[in-house]
């Protein structure tokens, strides 16, 4: 396959996917005064991060379900259906009325709209990392397999500017009436032309297409090659809290907390998802040269080194420090984001890849990632002290550490 179309592919894996929950998240202090009134922005914030956390729950029922669609027939048709699953709620989330208007109605329709999503983006990653991976060259596939993992960042970024632009052209009794389904319906433009350019690339998989004596490969046995899936659980882990807690989480800290003005706290957060984005394609192709396992280490090392001084530097709230300190954190994470899509499709057979890097992804982003904005928040609220977000961060560092060790290098 031409490595111009893996590029693409790579790229617009999991943009929509990523754009929504994102947005979602950048938008969550005014989500949780319109559909979780309580009179109390942190109260408030909590219980839509809440909301945020319960949607990730039921991701790896959607990774089994989709991973058993892209083992047993094709990929596409896997990639197709979860991202249409992704597209109509997200539409919908921006028609729908408030709880000042419709009362628990409201609440009740984001829940089951945010669960479907959820369900949903269980199968966009494994469906696209499976693809790229076994299509790609065995010298460049960490490089094409980076782009899957920049794309999770593009979708990101993409949310972060969107927040960002709403903020700076709206004021905040704008961005409540009304602006802020703005972001929702603007997901459609982006569902269109990840879709078509998908439609004009992906090629089916009659190379990899198994037949029934062949994919006779229960759950069971995904389980059983418990060395692969617990190294990628742990790491994953580690990944998800560390990308949560520092690039989707941190411009609501910022501004909640710190009290940041919000176009600084979210041009904060921009800046440092665009450099996560280019250091992971660089790491991606210098990990041949490198090493998984250097790379892996380099990052899990440094962030459990720096996440103190740089909580700490972020706090004196000037502009250098706001914009310094997520290159900072960037750099760190991009080394072991740049093998961890690569890492994770050579832990299992194609009998049942997808499944096995659906359930070794979505579960520990489920369990870790999903939560962490929600219990940082929380704890922050009660103790009025960061330090217990240092120590999660750092506790997960630990977590991953005997992973990477494992790792070939």
């Known amino acids: 396959m031409k490595s111009k179309n893996l590029v693409y592919i790579g790229f617009l894996a999991n943009i929509f996917e990523w754009y929504d929950f994102s947005v979602y998240a950048y938008l969550v202090s005014k989500i949780g005064y319109l559909f979780f009134p309580s009179g109390n922005a942190q109260i408030e914030l909590i219980k839509a991060f809440f909301l945020f956390s319960v949607s990730y729950l039921i991701r790896p029922l959607g990774s089994v379900f989709f991973g058993y669609m892209?083992?047993?027939y094709n990929r596409i048709s896997s990639l197709n259906l979860s991202l249409?699953?992704?597209?109509?709620?997200?539409?919908?989330?921006g028609f729908l009325p408030t709880h000042a208007r419709v009362g628990i109605l409201a609440t009740i329709s984001l829940v089951t709209l945010r669960l479907v999503q959820g369900f949903a983006a269980g199968g966009e990653l494994p469906g696209?990392?499976?693809y790229v991976y076994e299509r790609s060259s065995d010298e460049k596939k960490s490089f094409y397999c980076s782009f899957v993992a920049a794309s999770s960042?593009?979708?990101?970024?993409?949310?972060?500017?969107m927040a960002t632009v709403l903020y700076w052209l709206f004021s905040a009794e704008q961005v409540l009436a009304w602006a802020w389904r703005i972001p929702f319906f603007f997901g459609f433009f982006i569902l269109i032309f990840v879709f078509y350019l998908?439609?004009?690339?992906?090629?089916?998989?009659?190379?990899?297409?198994?037949?029934?004596?062949?994919?006779?490969?229960?759950?069971?046995?995904?389980?059983?090659?418990?060395?692969?899936?617990?190294?990628?659980?742990?790491?994953?882990?580690?990944?998800?809290?560390?990308?949560?807690?520092?690039?989707?989480?941190?411009?609501?800290?910022?501004?909640?907390?710190?009290?940041?003005?919000?176009?600084?706290?979210?041009?904060?957060?921009?800046?440092?998802?665009?450099?996560?984005?280019?250091?992971?394609?660089?790491?991606?192709?210098l990990?041949?040269?490198?090493?998984?396992?250097n790379l892996a280490l380099i990052s899990i090392i440094s962030i459990f080194i720096l996440t103190y001084p740089l909580f700490m530097i972020l706090k004196e709230g000037s502009l250098v420090c706001l914009f310094w300190v997520p290159v900072v954190f960037a750099l760190s994470l991009s080394c072991i984001d740049g093998i961890n899509i690569e890492m994770m499709a050579s832990q299992f057979p194609n009998t049942f890849r997808a499944r096995g890097l659906g359930l070794g992804f979505t579960t520990p982003t489920a369990i870790f990632g999903g939560i962490a904005p929600t219990i940082c928040s929380y704890l922050i609220y009660k103790t009025g002290s960061d330090i217990s977000v240092i120590i999660f961060l750092m506790a997960m560092c630990l977590i991953a550490l005997p992973a990477a060790l494992t790792l070939k290098q």
């Open 198 to 285: 998908r439609k004009n690339i992906l090629i089916p998989d009659d190379n990899i297409l198994l037949n029934k004596t062949v994919y006779k490969k229960t759950l069971s046995e995904i389980i059983l090659n418990k060395a692969g899936l617990m190294r990628i659980i742990a790491i994953n882990a580690f990944i998800a809290v560390t990308f949560y807690l520092l690039f989707v989480w941190m411009p609501s800290y910022l501004h909640v907390f710190l009290k940041i003005n919000e176009v600084r706290a979210f041009l904060s957060g921009t800046l440092g998802l665009f450099m996560l984005i280019i250091f992971t394609l660089i790491f991606g192709a």
């Open 84 to 93: 249409l699953m992704m597209a109509i709620p997200t539409i919908l989330i």
């Open 128 to 130: 696209s990392a499976c």
């Open 153 to 161: 960042m593009l979708g990101v970024l993409l949310g972060s500017i």
């Open 287 to 293: 990990a041949p040269r490198i090493g998984r396992r």
């Open 70 to 72: 892209a083992d047993r």
